[in-house]
């Protein structure tokens, strides 16, 4: 079992930036498939993007491409979601999620807050 706590987050202006934590802890952390998701108010969870801890290889959202920017620290379990050229429609909870079955992630961060103002 793994569990995920996120850090990060806040308010911040349009064509600003910012990053996003997401630490892993448990066992056989390696294994996990990671992800990155968000859900705007009244809207259903979006996929962002994904990463492997193994080698990092990353996709993207469509959405995302080019402003966003997936990576993993390993020896701190950790993986992260640099945000840069935000839009207002960026504006959602960022959710962190591993699985070990994807496409289906099951274990999820706590979320954080991204406000993106015009």
């Known amino acids: 079992q793994v569990h995920l706590v996120q850090s990060g987050g806040g308010l911040v202006q349009a064509g600003g930036s910012l990053t996003l934590s997401c630490a892993a802890s448990?066992?056989?952390?390696?294994?996990?498939?990671m992800g990155w998701f968000r859900q705007g108010s009244g809207k259903e969870r979006e996929f962002v993007g994904t990463?492997?801890?193994?080698?990092?290889?990353?996709t993207y959202a469509n959405s995302v491409k080019g402003r966003f920017t997936i990576s993993r620290d390993n020896a701190k379990n950790t993986i992260y979601l640099q945000m840069n050229s935000l839009k207002p429609e960026d504006t959602a909870v960022y959710y962190c999620a591993a699985t070990r079955r994807y496409p289906v992630f099951d274990t999820w961060g706590q979320g954080a807050q991204v406000t993106v103002s015009s």
């Open positions: 448990g066992h056989a952390i390696s294994t996990y498939f």
């Open positions: 990463i492997t801890w193994n080698n990092g290889l990353t």
